[in-house]
């Protein structure tokens, strides 16, 4: 949620902050800007919508300086417009700051500077940290002080980085609560809120831990506590690489993500399965195995497209291993005083590592007692460094707003979990050689149902004029549904729902009529027939009936309007197969409706406010 790049060095900064820019878009989009030293003080370029558009207005306004800090936007606090994008300056626009997170403290502080003399341009959070720290520095305090103490006085969160004109030798960076990074560069140095940003001009990253600032030259930084300690901190080596994160030839990321699903799966199992003893290696579970297979309960916390991995993994828990356990929204267990203790393990999924309320819920259960295990794809993120233990679920860098790749990625870590444990809780080898050698094949069979894009296509061309879709799913596959139905309602903005298929009769089958396409996941299961007599129900009022069957059902087609047909599998790993379908479903719908994909409409990537 909002994006933040900075450049010092000798290099031109507005090509380094422009491109950085835009491949944190995906981070915010409502608004962008640039602020940079120039003829002894400070010029601020800023535009609504695109980083593209900003890069027009700084392109002609011939800006050029060797230090400056960019930013895109994704509005907590005021409209998105020109006033309240960033950077946001002091009055006498000696030094700008721009900011991620949310100044809770924020109208106390504002109303404390305007009986100072401050006047105030934007309706947002951030100014007032501009105002504060020029109120420090205006007290004789030097810069790296000044935002020190005035981040003293500061409720919230924030990842900030801030220029004066007083000291332009250096950045002044800061984190709590919202990711802050330095690039180590050879004469140069970069900050950024995510390494995508700036993986072009180094590999070598120091993460920010929260409550830690520092001063950034153009060839060196030193690191502090807002408490004013001194910090020695590790440089990391990221692995990310520039193919990574462009479309490598796709129209938008969001495709390139979805096709790219074998490989990305391959890389979540690479290593982990073991063919012959038909078990599970998972490296970063080996200090907390014997722990997790005595606790009383499971609890799986996360948001939006993790929540629904989560759901799957309580299946696939309950099932295998019988251990009770509980699936949990990060923003309602954080506020409800949950009973948790030291004989509970929490999961905490999140692609992005940087959910501030799965993140805020991860600190609470750790104070709590529980085992905190994190379940991430961003290699270093904040859920992963905070967790006690964990699994990476090697997806890849995901750019695409709607979550693809990484949801099967989730889901193959937590089948991977589950026969890891089984095995130790009785499953025997015959079993987990069994599951693992069908595990094995998920991937090429992946690739199979992606071959069926052009018939999906076909399927979205019939369906794109539709103003509602049901979405209807039984055990493994309920959150399947949730799951197709978010797709579909974040990209292509047309009101979708998720529903046990059972449940259907409770209260949604009153929606039901012609113009209703409503969409079954039906793989030959124990529920399967009683899946049909629902499909059943739909036709019987008219609904038009997508079915994602397995191509073991030789009926289907006689009794859907669409089928697409997966190969069949264990259980336990259909919702891999079972979803792909979805994804490319919702995907041509929004395309057809001429729908920007990668960047919906009011929607972050990573969603690091609460
Ligand atoms: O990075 P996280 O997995 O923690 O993100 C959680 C949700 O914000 C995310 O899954 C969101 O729902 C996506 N837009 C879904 O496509």
Aim: glycine share 8%.
């Amino acid at each position: 949620m909002c994006g933040i790049v900075g450049y010092i060095g000798d290099k031109n900064c507005v090509p380094v902050v422009i491109d950085g820019l835009k491949r944190l878009e995906y981070r915010g989009y409502d608004s962008a800007g640039i602020g940079m030293f120039n003829n002894g003080g400070i010029s601020v370029t800023k535009v609504i919508g695109k980083v593209e558009n900003l890069q027009q207005e700084v392109k002609n306004q011939g800006l050029d300086s060797t230090t400056g800090i960019g930013h895109t936007r994704w509005a907590t606090h005021g409209e998105p417009n020109v006033l309240n994008a960033h950077p946001h300056s002091n009055n006498d626009g000696t030094l700008i700051v721009v900011h991620n997170g949310i100044i809770e403290n924020y109208p106390t502080l504002k109303a404390g500077l305007k009986k100072l003399g401050y006047t105030f341009k934007s309706a947002t959070d951030t100014e007032v940290l501009a105002h504060l720290f020029d109120a420090y520095l205006k007290s004789g305090y030097p810069f790296f002080e000044a935002v020190r103490r005035g981040l003293k006085d500061v409720e919230g969160t924030y990842g900030i980085a801030v220029i004066s004109t007083k000291e332009p030798d250096r950045i002044v960076v800061a984190k709590k609560g919202s990711p802050l990074l330095i690039g180590v560069g050879e004469g140069e140095n970069f900050v950024a809120s995510d390494a995508a940003s700036i993986v072009q001009h180094t590999k070598k990253v120091v993460y920010l831990e929260d409550g830690e600032m520092a001063e950034v030259f153009k060839d060196h930084y030193h690191t502090k506590t807002t408490d004013d300690e001194e910090v020695n901190k590790e440089v990391h080596q990221i692995e990310m690489t520039l193919e990574e994160i462009d479309k490598g030839g796709y129209p938008t990321f969001m495709l390139k993500e979805i096709m790219e699903q074998p490989e990305s799966l391959k890389n979540s199992i690479r290593g982990r399965l073991l063919q012959e003893t038909g078990d599970v290696k998972l490296g970063g579970l080996e200090n907390v195995l014997d722990h997790l297979l005595y606790v009383k309960r499971f609890l799986i916390i996360a948001c939006g497209t993790s929540w629904h991995s989560a759901l799957v993994a309580k299946s696939m828990f309950e099932t295998y291993l019988r251990i009770p356990t509980e699936v949990e929204y990060a923003s309602e267990f954080r506020y409800r005083n949950p009973i948790v203790g030291p004989g509970d393990a929490a999961f905490f999924i999140s692609q992005s590592g940087e959910t501030a309320d799965t993140l805020a819920a991860l600190k609470e259960a750790k104070r709590l007692g529980a085992l905190c295990i994190g379940v991430c794809n961003v290699v270093g993120s904040s859920i992963a460094r905070e967790s006690h233990s964990g699994v990476y679920i090697h997806a890849g860098p995901e750019i695409g707003v709607a979550s693809t790749k990484a949801f099967t990625a989730q889901l193959a870590v937590f089948a991977l979990i589950t026969i890891l444990l089984a095995r130790r809780k009785g499953m025997s080898v015959e079993e987990g050689q069994s599951l693992v050698s069908e595990f094995a094949k998920i991937p090429e069979t992946v690739r199979g149902i992606l071959s069926q894009n052009d018939l999906i296509e076909g399927i979205a061309e019939k369906l794109k004029n539709a103003t509602n879709f049901l979405y209807l799913g039984r055990g493994y596959n309920f959150p399947v549904a949730l799951e197709g139905a978010l797709k579909l309602k974040e990209i292509s903005y047309i009101h979708a729902e998720g529903y046990p298929a059972a449940e259907m009769k409770h209260g949604p089958i009153a929606l039901v009529d012609e113009n209703m396409p409503v969409v079954f996941i039906a793989p030959k299961d124990a529920t399967y027939d009683k899946i049909i007599s629902n499909i059943q129900e739909i036709k019987a009022r008219k609904g038009k009936v997508i079915a994602i069957a397995t191509s073991d059902d030789e009926n289907i087609d006689q009794l859907a309007d669409y089928s697409i047909k997966i190969p069949v599998t264990r259980s336990i790993l259909m919702p891999i197969l079972t979803v792909i379908p979805l994804q490319l479903l919702a995907y041509h719908i929004a395309m057809k409706k001429g729908l920007n994909v990668d960047q919906p409409r009011n929607l972050a990537k990573s969603v690091t406010v609460e």
